[in-house]
């Protein structure tokens, strides 16, 4: 009996340390964490059992190498990942260079309901990739992370100029296992002049922390804003947010810069003017179309909520098509 002890005690830090070397990449870090953890205390048991002492000293060695081999490769390759600059190729990077929508509305981290809430964040860079947890995804994936955490919000970190039907595709997967809304990463003030008239923020260049903008995507009755694409011209797509080539590749696309408001028989493209005609009559819904810059949909999110009503229901677009959720870039010109 005290010998099947011993060889258990050996088989506790030898299993969970070699599945951690195996499956070293594809592990959360807090899993890594709890193999090695698990191989070192099977060590110590074996350290106090009457086995060979060589038997005994290689598998604390293994186990230890285990813990810290394993959890180092992974600390290096988080330590890699270089926030607010570019990176070389599609690797697996968390933090990427985005530039977030405006808005002035949103709520802060710190206060309920989100104070207390786990998210899934999902991140959508100016060239389509899908982050999640330092890796590239796919949708088909994205859907599989939404159905393990349904009881987490969805938070979407998005450039600002990927087109809606990126941010739609999200939405879907998101009310597919139940989400009413999802919450959409925003920064207080516009970054420039220009930008800060186009869509009626305040202009500062003062820090200030990002905030959680919730849009329901649920289905809602009541008229719709309608957001028209416009603007369209030739040109490189991704757009260089650097200077330096980033690795990514490009080609020249048909892409929508601007947005049109229509509401009540009304076109304008003065989303100053759109708040004047919603303050008393809102839209229960925001129908825009596929190209139109996410900058845009939040923005006219933002007027309503500063008018005091309460958000517009995101229309979803149709769902993915298969091959689409197995795409781990989302492409432009965009596939329907």
């Not at 299993?15 to 870090?29: E, Q």
């Not at 807090?30 to 000293?57: D, H």
């Not at 179309?289 to 006219?300: L, R």
């Not at 500063?306 to 596939?335: D, Q, S």
Request: proline content about 8%; charged content about 25%.
């Amino acid at each position: 009996m005290s010998k099947a002890i011993s060889y258990a005690t050996i088989a506790l830090a030898v299993a969970p340390g070699i599945a951690a070397w195996v499956i070293r990449t594809s592990l959360d870090f807090e899993w890594l964490v709890f193999l090695g953890t698990l191989a070192l205390l099977g060590a110590i048991l074996a350290l106090g059992r009457p086995l060979p002492r060589g038997i005994r000293l290689g598998a604390a060695a293994f186990a230890a190498l285990a813990l810290l081999g394993t959890t180092g490769l992974r600390m290096r390759a988080m330590a890699a990942i270089r926030p607010f600059s570019a990176y070389t190729g599609f690797n697996q990077k968390d933090l990427t260079e985005l530039t977030l929508p405006v808005a002035s509305e949103g709520e802060s981290f710190y206060d309920a309901p989100h104070s207390d809430r786990s998210r899934v964040i999902l991140t959508i860079d100016i060239a389509g990739a899908i982050v999640w947890k330092q890796r590239t995804v796919c949708l088909a994936e994205v859907g599989e992370f939404l159905e393990r955490y349904r009881d987490c919000d969805v938070l979407l970190r998005l450039d600002q100029d990927v087109p809606f039907l990126f941010l739609g595709w999200l939405g879907v997967l998101a009310a597919e296992q139940g989400h009413a809304k999802v919450l959409i990463l925003v920064e207080r003030f516009a970054r420039s002049q220009g930008e800060a008239r186009d869509l009626d923020a305040d202009y500062s260049r003062e820090y200030w922390p990002a905030l959680a903008l919730p849009a329901p995507i649920t289905g809602a009755d009541g008229p719709a804003l309608r957001i028209l694409a416009t603007g369209y011209r030739d040109m490189m797509w991704p757009p260089m947010r650097s200077s330096w080539d980033d690795g990514v590749p490009r080609h020249t696309a048909h892409v929508a810069t601007r947005a049109r408001y229509v509401w009540d028989g009304r076109e304008t493209d003065d989303l100053r003017e759109l708040a004047g005609w919603i303050r008393s009559s809102p839209p229960a819904r925001i129908e825009a179309d596929p190209e139109v810059p996410v900058k845009y949909v939040v923005a006219a999110e933002n007027e309503i909520r500063k008018a005091g009503h309460p958000p517009a229901a995101l229309v979803l677009p149709p769902p993915p098509h298969r091959n689409l959720r197995e795409a781990r870039f989302l492409p432009y010109p965009l596939a329907r």
